[in-house]
């Protein structure tokens, strides 16, 4: 089943389309998933203003968003990303998802004026829920608009405030067309051992608390693995709730593209140092 990408800047009527397009599809005998933005902040207990200040905080939040959208993707349900999903690299690795799962996928961009969207969330009845002049300035300053041409952000639907949604357009092209074929990049390894979930697990776990025993000792810079030859990792930037979370993207993530069980420590300290930007 398909995977809807909502975006746009602040207030720019992302939530207002979601509720659209959920209830075309349920009025259409379709499950609908929802994954919230705004929810995942709440939940993380972080303040929406502070985490749009926070390269960190706002990181984590991405990786929740990306791990919640993993777990729903599927034959069953329709999934709507409901958040900025400003940065184009992000909307590829979504759509890189998408394709592994063998989903169709959509990008719904709610355009708007800028100060048409001000004026938008100056009126929000919830203070809590208002950004700052700060953060709106700063997100519409970082938006990555999508584009058609980019075969992530295509098929595009744009959703203008005073226009209706082609639902049914979208529906077609989700519901009536095969998804993209899977690449080698995407394409599901099948398991190279019963027990590879067992080895998987394992293995990270023990990477995993290596790390953490190292930054509990107040290690910095660059740290060997013990028991991994040549496998190093700097932790200067790694922080322990992080690295649990990554830890388990990456299950998740290899559960759907597993790799030789000997592969396992180097692929996981690359992911740890890419998902770092060490």
Not at 85 to 103: Q, V
Not at 254 to 262: C, F, G, I, L
Request: charged letters at 25%; glycine letters at 4%.
């Amino acid at each position: 089943m398909p995977l809807i990408i909502v975006t746009g800047i602040p207030s720019s009527g992302k939530t207002t389309r979601v509720r659209e397009i959920e209830k075309f599809f349920i009025d259409n005998n379709k499950n609908v998933e929802i994954v919230s933005e705004e929810e995942q902040i709440v939940k993380a207990g972080f303040e929406k203003n502070a985490v749009y200040l926070d390269a960190s905080k706002e990181k984590h939040i991405r990786g929740l968003l990306k791990s919640e959208v993993l777990k729903l993707l599927g034959p069953n349900s329709v999934v709507i990303l409901d958040g900025s999903n400003y940065i184009k690299g992000y909307r590829y690795e979504l759509y890189c998802a998408a394709k592994a799962n063998k989903c169709t996928q959509c990008t719904v961009h709610t355009e708007i004026n800028r100060d048409v969207a001000w004026d938008f969330n100056e009126n929000r009845p919830d203070e809590l829920q208002k950004y700052t002049r700060e953060v709106f300035d700063a997100l519409v300053m970082r938006y990555e608009d999508p584009d058609s041409k980019n075969r992530w952000d295509s098929p595009l639907f744009m959703a203008f405030p005073t226009d209706p949604l082609n639902l049914q357009a979208m529906a077609e092209c989700l519901l009536d067309k095969k998804p993209p074929a899977p690449n080698q990049s995407t394409q599901n390894a099948p398991l190279s051992a019963t027990n590879f979930l067992y080895d998987l697990d394992k293995v990270t776990k023990e990477i995993t608390d290596s790390i953490v025993k190292a930054k509990t000792m107040g290690a910095k810079g660059e740290i060997k693995i013990p028991g991994y030859e040549n496998l190093r990792l700097n932790v200067v930037n790694v922080t322990i709730p992080q690295l649990m979370m990554l830890r388990r993207q990456y299950i998740t993530y290899s559960k759907m593209h597993a790799p030789e069980v000997a592969q396992i420590p180097q692929l996981y300290i690359q992911y740890l140092k890419n998902s770092f930007n060490l």
